[in-house]
């Protein structure tokens, strides 16, 4: 029964929404399920001296995995989950591949075990299985797999409003599907929600995490026509500011264009005086 309701809730979570949207549904979920969700806290900083263990077993604070212009990609889930997480990770795999930009050399990915009760040998098996699959250089350097205390853990998932309830006697537990982009200070600046994740909406979340600080000049005036869209949870148009570069291509063509026909008009006097010298 309990497998039952968690599989019914992990179909619910490929289409999760902020917590407030979810609670305009009618239906309540099952006893196991509520309190479930994200509770978006855009604009605060995750508590960076959180200490976790690495694959490796060291022991380190958040704060030390993160780089100067480097935003985070953070991956709340447990290894031993039986299904949801390994959809996720999966999601985040795919479009780690799909990007441009390599983790290591341009952004991090953390993932994290929101189980105490898992530890590092665990996440090393992780590491090892995913970074294998990432066909991205120094992928291994930028890509972290941590354990640590329930007191660390919940320092975290509440940061970041990631509601999770631990279901008794089965070692397992009930939590959506979410990635959190945070930027190079700690911030958290955008929630990805699902097991799937767009290439342009992640890299436009890197973007916006960073502050504009990676990605080449394409990437700024690409981002400049396009803002996040809560209700859809994506980037969409911006018309206005299209419009802007619209505008503003147009006066350069034409300033190109009358450019040229001054010059030929002024090459067209300056033979005519020849001539009639």
């Given at each position: 029964?309990?497998?039952?309701?968690?599989?019914i809730?992990?179909?619910f979570?490929?289409l999760?929404?902020?917590?407030?949207?979810?609670a305009q549904?009618n239906?309540?979920?099952?006893e196991?399920?509520?309190?479930?969700?994200?509770?978006?806290?855009?604009g605060?900083?995750?508590?960076?001296n959180?200490?976790f263990?690495?694959?490796?077993?060291?022991?380190?604070?958040?704060?030390?995995?993160f780089?100067?212009g480097?935003?985070v990609?953070l991956?709340?889930?447990?290894?031993d989950?039986?299904?949801?997480?390994g959809?996720?990770i999966d999601?985040?795999?795919d479009?780690?591949?799909?990007?441009a930009?390599?983790?290591?050399t341009?952004?991090?990915?953390?993932?994290?075990?929101?189980?105490?009760?898992?530890?590092?040998?665990l996440?090393?098996?992780?590491?090892?299985?995913?970074?294998?699959k990432?066909?991205?250089?120094?992928?291994?350097?930028?890509?972290?797999?941590?354990?640590g205390?329930?007191s660390?853990?919940?320092k975290?998932?509440?940061?970041?409003?990631?509601q999770?309830?631990?279901?008794?006697g089965t070692?397992?537990?009930?939590?959506?599907?979410?990635?959190?982009?945070?930027?190079?200070e700690?911030?958290?600046?955008?929630?990805?929600?699902?097991?799937q994740?767009?290439?342009?909406d992640?890299r436009?979340?890197?973007f916006e995490?960073?502050?504009?600080?990676?990605?080449?000049?394409?990437?700024?005036?690409?981002?400049?026509?396009?803002?996040y869209?809560p209700?859809?949870?994506?980037y969409v148009?911006?018309?206005?500011?299209?419009m802007?570069?619209g505008g503003?291509?147009?006066?350069?063509?034409l300033g190109?264009?009358?450019g040229?026909?001054?010059r030929?008009?002024?090459?067209?006097k300056?033979t005519?005086?020849?001539?009639?010298?």
């Amino acid at each position: 029964m309990i497998r039952t309701a968690l599989f019914i809730f992990s179909c619910f979570a490929v289409l999760t929404v902020p917590l407030h949207t979810q609670a305009q549904l009618n239906q309540a979920p099952p006893e196991d399920l509520q309190g479930v969700g994200i509770e978006e806290h855009l604009g605060d900083t995750i508590p960076l001296n959180a200490i976790f263990a690495t694959s490796s077993g060291d022991s380190v604070t958040l704060g030390d995995l993160f780089e100067e212009g480097k935003p985070v990609i953070l991956n709340p889930l447990y290894y031993d989950c039986p299904m949801l997480c390994g959809l996720v990770i999966d999601g985040v795999l795919d479009v780690a591949n799909e990007l441009a930009w390599a983790p290591g050399t341009d952004y991090i990915i953390i993932s994290f075990s929101i189980d105490p009760s898992e530890d590092y040998t665990l996440a090393r098996e992780y590491k090892s299985r995913y970074i294998s699959k990432l066909n991205k250089p120094n992928a291994e350097e930028g890509w972290y797999f941590l354990t640590g205390k329930k007191s660390e853990i919940k320092k975290v998932i509440d940061a970041v409003g990631f509601q999770v309830n631990e279901i008794q006697g089965t070692g397992e537990f009930a939590h959506s599907a979410a990635i959190i982009m945070l930027s190079p200070e700690g911030l958290i600046t955008r929630y990805l929600y699902g097991i799937q994740y767009d290439e342009f909406d992640t890299r436009s979340a890197l973007f916006e995490s960073a502050d504009g600080k990676i990605g080449n000049t394409l990437t700024k005036v690409l981002m400049y026509c396009f803002q996040y869209d809560p209700n859809s949870n994506s980037y969409v148009p911006v018309a206005m500011n299209i419009m802007k570069l619209g505008g503003l291509a147009t006066l350069i063509i034409l300033g190109i264009f009358l450019g040229i026909l001054w010059r030929r008009e002024r090459g067209k006097k300056i033979t005519s005086k020849i001539d009639f010298q």
